[in-house]
């Protein structure tokens, strides 16, 4: 709970019990290995889609579309868990960076302390989504979803600017007990992303 891991391409995995954030870097290829879940029987196309027609069969080919060294590792822990790393905290917030270690994508977990105000700045633009509480995003009024009809409006998802970011988004936690909390999610090109535990001396941008 509140902790991460950076999942390689071609490397089998599966949502577990809990509740996941996993934001991606953009694909347009995709293999399910699980044909069934929850007695629901997923197609032999689920797994070979995007597979050249004359190779769909071909279960050697299917196979090699893993990354075998990856997903044997033997200390994939350690090279791929991801713990939360503080980035900035104060009486009013708690930044942690809960993605990072990689070459594509990064994201920080922001929680505003019950009834306080943070101008949160940073160097480059994002996404973000809030999973918890309610109060004010800039100049929008924005709360957590929660049950949502299809086609309903929801105040919970917000683009930031590179601009934005730099002059400061000011977040009002406008409850008086519970925490209101924010996921933001970045490309690969925030100065200040963490390099793979263990690899401190990394110079890369992105890890």
Same mark, same amino acid.
């Given at each position: ?26 694909? @347009? ?30 279960? @050697?080919?299917?196979? @090699? ?24 905290? @104060? ?117």
């Amino acid at each position: 709970m509140g902790t991460g891991w950076y999942t390689a391409p071609g490397v089998v995995h599966a949502p577990g019990s809990y509740l996941t954030y996993e934001p991606q870097w953009n694909a @347009d290829v995709n293999s399910v290995y699980e044909n069934v879940c929850r007695n629901e029987v997923y197609p032999y196309d689920f797994l070979v889609e995007n597979c050249p027609h004359d190779r769909k069969r071909d279960v @050697d080919y299917v196979l @090699d579309l893993m990354d075998w060294e990856k997903n044997v590792d033997p200390h994939y822990k350690k090279h791929y868990f991801r713990p939360p790393i503080t980035a900035s905290q @104060d009486d009013r917030h708690i930044e942690k960076w809960i993605v990072y270690g990689n070459d594509y994508i990064a994201a920080q977990e922001l929680t505003v302390m019950p009834g306080q105000t943070a101008t949160i700045k940073g160097p480059t633009a994002y996404g973000c989504i809030i999973v918890q509480g309610y109060g004010q995003f800039g100049a929008y009024q924005a709360e957590a979803a929660g049950t949502l009809r299809y086609g309903q409006p929801s105040a919970d998802e917000y683009f930031v600017s590179e601009q934005a970011a730099r002059e400061g988004v000011t977040i009002v936690n406008r409850s008086a007990c519970e925490p209101m909390v924010i996921l933001k999610h970045f490309g690969p090109n925030h100065p200040q992303t963490p390099p793979p535990p263990g690899d401190e001396t990394s110079d890369s941008r992105a890890r």
